[in-house]
């Protein structure tokens, strides 16, 4: 199993910035790629912003030029500079994360718990 253990959420006004952070950690696994999702109340979960092992990036046209997805391969972490945002950036944000178990080498999506992030206009 990996452990996804996120930080960083909390309450700021509209144009500020918070930045999250994601630790993975589990025992014969290697990591492959990571990103952030959001859910929002009454919406589906949406992918934020995604990042590869080689640290190629993709990101949700509505983040884009405002966050910035970084990550630490030797540490297993990925964090989500947010800046300039706004009050329809408010959501719980989960960590995901590709880990490719290294006796089978199966390959399955880990989760966060979430963290809530408030953006008040």
């Known amino acids: 199993q990996v452990q996804l253990v996120e930080s960083g959420g909390g309450l700021v006004q509209a144009g500020g910035s918070l930045r999250l952070s994601c630790a993975a950690s589990g025992r014969n696994f290697r990591i492959n790629a990571m990103g952030w999702y959001r859910q929002a109340p009454g919406k589906q979960r949406e992918l934020v912003a995604r990042i590869s092992t080689g640290g190629k990036t993709n990101y949700a046209d509505s983040v884009k030029g405002r966050f910035t997805i970084s990550r630490d391969n030797a540490k297993n972490t990925v964090s989500l500079q947010m800046n300039s945002l706004k009050p329809e950036d408010t959501a719980v944000y989960f960590c995901?994360?590709?880990?490719?178990?290294?006796?089978?080498?199966?390959?399955?999506?880990?989760w966060g718990q979430g963290t809530q992030v408030t953006v008040s206009s």
């Open positions: 995901n994360a590709e880990a490719i178990n290294s006796w089978s080498l199966r390959a399955d999506d880990y």
